[in-house]
């Protein structure tokens, strides 16, 4: 079974650039969750879909970031402009329903120069 | 917000010994559940225990949960070296159904 897929699985570019990060969830799943992780702030949640709809966005950064979900079997983070700070390893994961537990991809490691 | 916390930070043990890692909570909650990382790569699910049960096992897993003391506790048996990896809490708290929160992490190192 193909799991969630992300890519890129790396990227390095230099601050300033637009970033966008892209997710394939699990067919038939219908929750997409974004994450980042850092060694300072641990794994935070980003931003949610249910059904292809953003619920909670609370754990965007900044304006700077923006998701969407455009279908079932698609997603993407964008960060414009990016910054050094926002170096760090980004996870997407997709989940079938409540009570269930969710699918995690392998990452996209961002830095940003 | 990381919710829960896990204890210890790091442990170290020797193939073949029992690894026990705990995690604290602070909210009421729908289920816990129990993620392994390993390094570079993405979280997986190990178990998922829900508010209602006390025990549950997989293999050489065993999850216990305490609602009222707001705990839970992931024994590993007979670890092997593949088990080294960082070992991670997460609830799914009542009122916010689709999100989990995750705590800080137990990086596990077991050794030959």
């Known amino acids: 079974d193909a799991g969630v897929i992300q890519s890129p699985r790396h990227e390095v570019t230099e601050m300033g650039q637009e970033v966008t990060l892209r997710c394939k969830p699990i067919?038939?799943?219908?929750?997409l969750f974004w994450y980042r992780q850092t060694m300072m702030r641990g794994l935070e949640l980003l931003i949610y879909?249910?059904?292809?709809?953003?619920?909670?966005d609370s754990g965007m950064p900044e304006d700077r970031f923006s998701a969407k979900m455009p279908n079932a079997s698609f997603s993407t983070l964008k960060i414009q402009p990016s910054e050094p700070r926002d170096s760090a390893v980004y996870f997407c994961?997709?989940?079938?329903?409540?009570?269930?537990?969710?699918?995690f991809g392998d990452g996209t490691r961002l830095s940003i120069l | 917000s990381q919710q829960g916390e896990e204890d210890p930070q790091a442990l170290s043990i020797q193939e073949g010994e029992n690894a026990t890692m705990n995690c604290s909570y602070k909210?009421?909650?729908?289920?816990l559940q129990w993620y392994r990382q390993n390094s570079g790569r993405g979280l997986v699910h190990l178990i998922l225990?829900?508010?209602?049960?006390r025990e549950k096992h997989s293999g050489r897993l065993r999850v216990t949960l305490d609602t009222s003391k707001k705990s839970s506790s992931l024994l590993i048996t007979a670890s092997r070296a593949a088990d080294t990896a960082s070992y991670f809490c997460?609830?799914?708290?009542?009122?916010?159904?689709?999100?989990?929160?995750f705590g800080t992490g137990t990086r596990l190192q077991v050794t030959l």
């Open positions: 879909f249910n059904n292809n709809v953003p619920i909670d």
């Open positions: 994961a997709s989940r079938l329903g409540q009570n269930q537990p969710q699918h």
């Open positions: 997460a609830t799914e708290n009542t009122g916010t159904a689709s999100k989990l929160t």
């Open positions: 909210t009421s909650i729908n289920n």
């Open positions: 067919s038939g799943h219908n929750s």
């Open positions: 225990i829900r508010s209602n049960e």
